[in-house]
Each structure stands twice: as C-alpha cells, then as structure tokens.
C-alpha cells in the first residue's frame, strides 16, 4: 500500500489562489484514478475532483466546476488542485486519495471507492 503526502495548504484571501500537490508512492499510482476530498469542521467529507489513471477524464463537484482544475504528473507520481478565485466557503481541511477504479465515473465519488488517503492539508480562505 503506497502513501500520500499533500502540501500546498495555506491561509488566503478570498478570490485568491492555491494550488495542492500530492505526491504518492507505491506502483498503483499510475494506474488508479485519483481524486481530492474536503472535509470542514462539523461537515462530512465531500468529493471535490477526480481525474482517470491517464489524466483524461476528469469530474468535479459543482460548487467548484470553473474553479478548480485537477491534473496529475505521472512521471513525478504527484496529483495537482489548482484551486482559483476561492470563496470561504471553500475553507476546509483537503485530502487526496487513491481510486479503487482507473477511470472516473459519477458513480465512483464516494469515500468508499478510494482505498488510500492522505494525511491531508488545511485551507483557510479568509473574507
């Protein structure tokens, strides 16, 4: 079982910008979706974007379509938020996970269809 580590979280202001990486280890990476996840204080963790194994396909949760953009290297094992024009409502602690699947699909988003998380990375984005 590989592991992940996010970087990139950070306080800003709203209609700032960030951009999250996570770098992965193990050999599944290349062929796994990946995907990012959010949880804020007294909120169950929410889907916010995946991407397929080769970075064709990706799907978001509307709240952030025209926001953020998922993208992954595969070459460095590492998947990217860029994260644009944030919103308080953005302010949450962000995790990365590795897909149980190779492509996407809106029926794949739950928590239970990753098999591997991060230790995650806060974003705060203040008003």
């Known amino acids: 079982q590989g592991q992940l580590v996010e970087s990139g979280g950070g306080l800003v202001q709203a209609g700032g910008s960030l951009r999250l990486s996570c770098a992965a280890s193990g050999r599944t990476f290349s062929t796994s979706a990946m995907g990012w996840f959010r949880q804020a204080p007294g909120k169950e963790r929410e889907f916010v974007a995946a991407?397929?194994?080769?970075?064709?396909?990706?799907i978001y949760v509307e709240s952030v379509k025209g926001r953020f953009t998922i993208s992954r290297d595969n070459a460095k094992n590492t998947v990217y938020l860029q994260m644009n024009s944030l919103k308080p409502e953005d302010t949450a602690v962000y995790y990365c996970?590795?897909?149980?699947?190779?492509?996407?699909?809106?029926?794949?988003?739950?928590?239970?269809?990753?098999?591997?998380w991060g230790q995650g990375t806060q974003v705060t984005v203040s008003s």
């Open positions: 991407i397929s194994w080769s970075g064709g396909s990706t």
């Open positions: 996970a590795v897909s149980k699947y190779a492509n996407v699909a809106v029926t794949t988003t739950r928590p239970s269809d990753f098999r591997s």
